[in-house]
């Protein structure tokens, strides 16, 4: 495997449902990211981890999860998500340096969701 | 707050022409950083150049050329000799300067190259 991939590609959820999205990145980053891509609106950040440990959490609903066990991993666990949830859910990846520099997110293929 | 603004929701050329994608910005930073990123049917969100506002040389990569202009915050994404693969929507993105990681995606601009 190459790059960030995601499990699965798509996910179909009823309301009371447990579900998990999974990320993996092969780029040797330290740093990944959340976003969410709704229908006719721009992507949006969601939660951002830097080695291991959250350090955004940009107003997500407590229904979205997140979880880090380590540098090349990310979660996302789903549970009583509603309709409007429904959305490409993208993994991102990069490296993040001692001395601030931002280097260049890498993106996953995504996960579509749909909530039943 | 920065925003990012695409104004062109749809652009369709013929292949092997050239066609350029519009990007406005509004930050008050001075040192960040900007992107344009290609997703395709498949949804894989692919880097396709990135420009350091403190560098005053446009990017280039192959067909793919930015004119960047810092003082009216525009930053242009020029693709020539348009190829059927290069069918897809283009996302203009900005991240802040030193030490941040939120990128801010503009609205999208869907393109699509005829045969």
């Known amino acids: 495997e190459t790059g960030v991939t995601q499990t699965p590609r798509h996910l179909v959820m009823g309301m009371t449902n447990k579900k998990s999205l999974k990320c993996e990145q092969h780029?040797?980053?330290?740093?990944m990211y959340w976003y969410k891509q709704s229908a006719k609106k721009p992507l949006e950040l969601m939660f951002v981890y830097n080695f291991k440990e959250q350090t955004e959490n940009n107003s997500v609903p407590s229904r979205f999860s997140p979880e880090c066990p380590n540098s090349s991993h990310l979660f996302l666990h789903l549970h009583t998500l509603q309709p409007e949830d429904s959305a490409l859910y993208l993994c991102a990846s990069s490296q993040v340096s001692g001395g601030g520099y931002t280097d260049t997110q890498y993106f996953g293929p995504g996960t579509r969701l749909t909530v039943l | 707050a920065q925003t990012v603004t695409q104004s062109q929701p749809e652009m369709s050329v013929q292949e092997a022409e050239t066609v350029t994608l519009s990007c406005t910005y509004d930050?008050?930073?001075?040192?960040?950083?900007l992107f344009w990123y290609k997703q395709p049917p498949s949804r894989q969100m692919i880097l396709v150049i990135r420009?350091?506002?403190?560098?005053?040389q446009n990017a280039t990569e192959n067909r793919f050329s930015v004119n960047f202009q810092k003082a009216a915050k525009s930053f242009s994404l020029k693709i020539s000799d348009s190829q059927l693969g290069d069918t897809a929507m283009y996302f203009c993105?900005?991240?802040?300067?030193?030490?941040?990681?939120?990128?801010?995606f503009g609205q999208g601009t869907r393109l699509t190259i005829n045969p």
């Open positions: 993105a900005f991240m802040n300067g030193w030490g941040a990681q939120k990128l801010v």
């Open positions: 420009q350091e506002a403190y560098k005053q």
């Open positions: 930050t008050s930073e001075n040192n960040y950083y």
């Open positions: 780029l040797g980053h330290n740093a």
